[in-house]
């Protein structure tokens, strides 16, 4: 059943509730990273395509992207591995896997960046999954304000994704981007350890 819709004065004390319970404020920050490497990485790897050594037709960069099909098989997953091994242990090595993809990213030949798009892919949307679902069970009032505030991150994460990786890549050349997203990433699935369910406690 939805909740009702909140004053406004009590949606900020919300926010604020839920920003001060260091689980919470641990799964922002992890949906604020997401989001940061998926666009970092899916914005800037079409001109990588496009560009020698590669140099893909705008068509055949197109057809790409078809590397979001896998994902569609397993995040839905998600719960049942979280239910399984709980979200501490599930997200970091859903974000291990998407870690893995980059390496294959710096490789510039195509069956090696195909395959790191589809780890990357799988492993932020397995990720993602995986922090929305804690947010949900974490917040034990005002659940409607937790999930937006998550959302708030997650998309915060992603324009800050697109403007940093971009100067990166801009300065630096796509290794640099890479080296940015990377380090996102993994510092995602260092705070993916402490994600704590009640129980654990």
């Known amino acids: 059943m939805a909740e009702p819709a909140m004053p406004g004065g009590r949606i900020w004390s919300a926010w604020a509730a839920h920003l001060r319970d260091q689980r919470l404020a641990r799964a922002y920050a992890i ?25 893909l037709s705008m068509m055949a960069t197109g057809l790409v992207f078809f590397v979001f099909l896998p994902s569609m098989v397993t995040t839905p997953m998600a719960g049942a591995v979280v239910n399984r091994i709980g979200a501490r242990r599930a997200l970091p090595l859903s974000l291990i896997v998407a870690l893995a993809g980059l390496v294959l990213l710096v490789v510039l030949r195509l069956e090696a960046v195909i395959a790191g798009l589809v780890l990357v892919g799988v492993g932020t949307f397995f990720a993602q999954a995986v922090a929305t679902g804690y947010v949900g069970r974490t917040a034990k009032t005002d659940r409607t304000a937790a999930s937006g505030l998550y959302l708030s991150f997650y998309y915060g994460g992603g324009l800050a994704g697109a403007a940093t990786v971009g100067q990166l890549y801009d300065r630096f050349g796509w290794n640099a981007a890479v080296a940015g997203i990377f380090a996102a990433l993994a510092f995602a699935a260092w705070l993916g350890r402490g994600l704590f369910e009640r129980e654990d406690r």
Request: no cysteine.
């Open 31 to 55: 949906g604020f990273l997401i989001l940061f490497g998926f666009i970092g990485t899916f914005t800037y790897v079409g001109f990588v395509l496009a560009a020698p050594p590669l140099a």
